[in-house]
């Protein structure tokens, strides 16, 4: 279990310096190259992980999937579907909050208030049944707030 924990503060470190730099893709070019890029790097950290908990005689954790699902929100090229991206995370991560959607659709850089607004109610009213096994992860990632002011206005 020390490698399982070692991961998951790992990964949520990762998902808070993403959600939390302002990062703003300008381009699908540059939003498949960040995405790719973060793919790479939960793979990287899979194997890691996969190496030190075969050590340990433990099974590695599959912290490293929640990466490369915000990296296919970013690297979605078509934004009519991201509803359904973002609808099918939500799904796979109950505690995902708005602040996160909101931070994640910003750093698209390519999605309307109107469209971020409505993406966010529209997931507000859907019920979401947890997977009992389930680890939350994002309710320790704060979100500056400014991301959703700015989503607001």
């Known amino acids: 279990r020390m490698t399982a924990e070692a991961q998951r503060r790992v990964v949520l470190e990762y998902l808070r310096a993403v959600m939390q730099k302002r990062i703003s893709f300008r381009s699908a070019e540059e939003r498949k190259e960040g995405a790719e890029r973060m793919v790479r ?42 509803y359904l991206e973002v609808s099918t995370l939500v799904s796979k991560y109950p505690d995902i909050r708005d602040e996160h959607i909101g931070a994640l659709l910003a750093m698209r850089g390519d999605t309307s208030r109107d469209m971020k607004q409505t993406i966010i109610e529209t ?27 700015k989503l607001l206005k």
Do not use: M, W
Request: proline share 7%; aromatic share 6%.
């Open 41 to 82: 790097e939960a793979a990287q950290l899979r194997l890691l992980f996969r190496k030190l908990a075969s050590g340990f005689g433990e099974d590695a954790d599959g912290h490293c999937d929640t990466i490369v699902a915000i990296a296919e929100v970013i690297k979605l090229t078509d934004p009519s579907l991201l």
């Open 123 to 149: 997931l507000e009213q859907g019920p979401t049944q947890a997977n009992p096994n389930y680890v939350p992860i994002f309710k320790e990632i704060v979100v500056p707030s400014l991301n959703v002011a």
